[in-house]
C-alpha cells in the first residue's frame, strides 16, 4: 500500500504545481513577464530570464510613470508566447511640463498663439476690468509660471471693459437734443 500513497502522493503535487502555474505552459513556451515600472536597464535582462528577446523600445510621456521607466509592453504581462519571441515596450520621458508663459496685457490673437506654441490648450473667457484695453488679456488660470503638462487647458481671460484715462470705466457719452433758445438782445 506504501507505492499507491507515493503515487497517490505524487499526483497531488503535480496536480498543484499545474494549479499554481508551474506547468501551465508548453514545452518552448513562457509567460511574459510583468516590466511596467521596472528600470529601462533592467527590462531586458528580465525577458532575457524568461527566454524572451526585447523587441522594439520606444520612448513617451507618461504622467504616472517615473523618467526612464516602462510604461507600456506588448504583448502584456502573463500572456503565453513561444520562448525566444520579443516583447516591445515603451519607456518613460517623465512628465513633459512647461510653465505657463506670462501673456497678460498682450492682445488676445497673440496671447493664445502664444500659449498654442508651450503646447497648452487655449480656453477663451471674458471679464471686465479698467484701465486696460479692450480684447487684451487680464489673466490666465493657472497663473503664470505654473508648470502645467503640455496639452493641458490654460483659461485666457480677455478684457471686455473700456480703458479710460481716468482709471475709472469708461462709457459712452450720451447725446442730448440741442435747443436754441433765443435769448432777448437788450435794448431792442
Avoid: C
Avoid at 100 to 105: F, K, L, S
Avoid at 120 to 130: C, E, G, L, P, R
Amino acid at each position: 500500500m506504501g507505492g499507491l500513497s507515493a503515487v497517490i502522493l505524487a499526483g497531488i503535487v503535480v496536480l498543484s504545481l499545474f494549479l499554481a502555474g508551474v506547468f501551465s505552459t508548453a514545452v518552448g513556451e513562457t509567460k511574459v513577464p510583468n516590466l511596467i515600472n521596472l528600470p529601462r536597464q533592467q527590462a531586458g535582462p528580465v525577458l532575457k530570464e524568461a527566454g524572451l528577446e526585447s523587441g522594439k523600445v520606444t520612448v513617451g510621456f507618461s504622467y504616472d510613470i517615473w523618467k526612464d521607466k516602462v510604461m507600456k509592453q506588448m504583448p502584456s504581462a502573463g500572456t503565453v508566447v513561444n520562448k525566444e519571441s520579443t516583447v516591445d515596450y515603451v519607456v518613460s520621458l517623465g512628465n513633459d511640463v512647461v510653465k505657463v508663459p506670462d501673456v497678460i496685457n498682450q492682445p488676445e490673437a497673440t496671447a493664445t498663439q502664444i500659449l498654442k506654441n508651450f503646447g497648452f490648450a487655449v480656453v477663451k473667457a471674458t471679464n471686465s476690468k479698467t484701465g486696460v484695453q479692450v480684447g487684451f488679456v487680464i489673466a490666465t488660470h493657472p497663473a503664470p509660471g505654473t508648470l502645467q503638462s503640455k496639452g493641458a487647458k490654460v483659461a485666457m481671460v480677455v478684457n471686455t471693459a473700456q480703458a479710460s484715462q481716468s482709471g475709472a470705466q469708461a462709457t459712452q457719452p450720451r447725446k442730448l437734443p440741442v435747443r436754441q433758445r433765443t435769448l432777448p438782445i437788450p435794448g431792442q
